[in-house]
């Protein structure tokens, strides 16, 4: 099992930026492609951004490249979103996802998710 919590999520103002994180619990964070989806009302989970074991390899949404960066640390067993330029379009619920070894673009894929955090984008 493998226990994920997210924050820093909130109202931000077009342009603005924000930070969020999410914490894993349980088995070996490092053995786990982290992965952040968002899911906006009326809408499917969508993908936003996905890192590998050893943050090597990312992958962006091409709605979110040159703006969103995600990273992680393995010693802390936290994986971050640093969101730039925000956008009302971003408005969503944001999820952070946990796929053993592998990196995936497929929620359906992913092993364990949290519970959520909003990001309200005000124009």
């Known amino acids: 099992q493998v226990q994920l919590v997210e924050s820093g999520g909130g109202l931000v103002q077009a342009g603005g930026s924000l930070r969020l994180s999410c914490a894993a619990s349980?088995?070996?964070?490092?053995?786990?492609?982290m992965g952040w989806f968002r899911q906006a009302p009326g809408k499917e989970r969508e993908f936003v951004a996905t890192?590998?074991?050893?943050?090597?390899?990312?992958n962006y949404a091409d709605s979110v490249k040159g703006r969103f960066t995600i990273s992680r640390d393995n010693a802390k067993n936290t994986v971050y979103l640093q969101m730039n330029s925000l956008k009302p379009e971003d408005t969503a619920v944001y999820y952070c996802?946990?796929?053993?070894?592998?990196?995936?673009?497929?929620?359906?894929?992913?092993?364990?998710w949290g519970q959520g955090t909003q990001v309200t984008v005000s124009s």
């Open positions: 996802g946990a796929r053993r070894l592998i990196r995936s673009v497929v929620a359906a894929d992913y092993d364990y």
């Open positions: 349980g088995r070996t964070f490092s053995g786990y492609a």
């Open positions: 890192i590998s074991t050893s943050s090597g390899m990312t």
